[in-house]
């Protein structure tokens, strides 16, 4: 009993419970075929309806390729993801009575948000991969070499993870696929009201505003920054966009502080 009583060994016995799991979300694709078909063709869908369809009618200020311009968008248009997907997932356990059932296993308490967390950063990386592999397909290249590349994605991978607790969070508290699928559409415009598609010079002052404080925003100017793609400096002077690596570093570590306590302390009071 000591030994388990220890903090090394319940860190052990979380870790451990925790890898159980990502394996348990990770079996059930096979059992959703669609969702595998999702992770295999959004990313391709992606690209060509951006970057053929909606880029063939937007000029890049200053010059350069737009599908160049666009593809770190589109890298932070999948990482924003994860909050939907872990959500949705959490709230599916919830709702189905899942969570009653681990809760009543002899696990880690904490290894079911630490799962979700865990296979969704593993899927994230899937995506990304695809993502990039299409990007190089139709003319996408980093132009800053490796160092930088890695650094670009490692950021993205940071990111993903800290929204990822946001999800776990909002689907835990919702309780409900069906509450959680009507929050869906409230998501979408983090992801556009950013610089991920156009700069933000051109928009109404308090929309800039929003957009320029968007981490949606502040991971696509770091990875275009850190990938050499074109860039459009703002003349208005906001700090993330002039900053993006720090301030992707400051909004990882804002999410985690904040909804890392909040995932752990709800599931911990689940069905008080």
């Known amino acids: 009993m000591t030994a388990i009583a220890s903090p090394l ?12 799991l990502v394996g348990r979300e990770l079996g059930r694709l ?10 295999l063709f959004f990313p391709v869908f992606m690209v060509v ?33 994860a909050v939907q997907g872990v959500m949705g997932r959490m709230a599916a356990d919830a709702s189905r009575g899942v969570m009653d059932r681990f809760r009543s296993m002899p696990a880690a308490r904490l290894a079911v948000p630490f799962g979700q967390t865990g296979a ?15 990007g190089l397909l139709v003319g ?17 991978v940071l990111l993903r993870y800290a929204l990822s607790w946001a999800g776990v969070y909002i689907g835990l508290v919702a309780k409900d ?3 959680v699928d009507q929050l869906v559409p409230l998501l979408l415009p983090f992801t556009m009201v950013s610089n991920a598609f156009v700069p933000t010079g051109g928009m109404p002052g308090w929309l800039r505003f ?6 949606v925003s502040a991971i696509t100017a770091a990875s275009r920054k850190l990938f050499g793609n074109p860039e459009v400096t703002p ?7 002039a900053h993006p690596v720090a301030a992707v570093l400051l909004w990882s570590a804002a999410l985690l502080v904040v909804f890392v306590p909040l995932s752990v302390r709800t599931y911990m009071r689940w069905g008080r």
Request: proline share 6%; hydrophobic share 50%.
């Open 9 to 20: 060994a319940r860190l052990r016995w979380t870790f451990t419970d925790g890898l159980t």
């Open 30 to 39: 096979r059992q959703e075929p669609g969702q595998i078909v999702a992770i």
């Open 49 to 81: 309806l951006f970057g053929y369809v909606f880029g063939s009618a937007i000029k890049v200020p200053g010059g350069g390729d737009y599908r160049e311009y666009l593809m770190p968008g589109l890298f932070a248009m999948v990482t924003f993801t």
């Open 120 to 134: 969704d950063l593993l899927g994230g990386l899937l995506v990304v991969a695809i993502m990039a592999a299409t």
């Open 140 to 156: 996408w290249e980093p132009h800053r070499g490796v160092a930088h590349t890695v650094e670009a994605f490692l950021l993205m």
């Open 177 to 179: 696929e069906r509450l």
């Open 210 to 215: 929003l957009a320029d404080w968007n981490p």
């Open 235 to 241: 003349g208005h002077g906001a700090w993330p966009l």
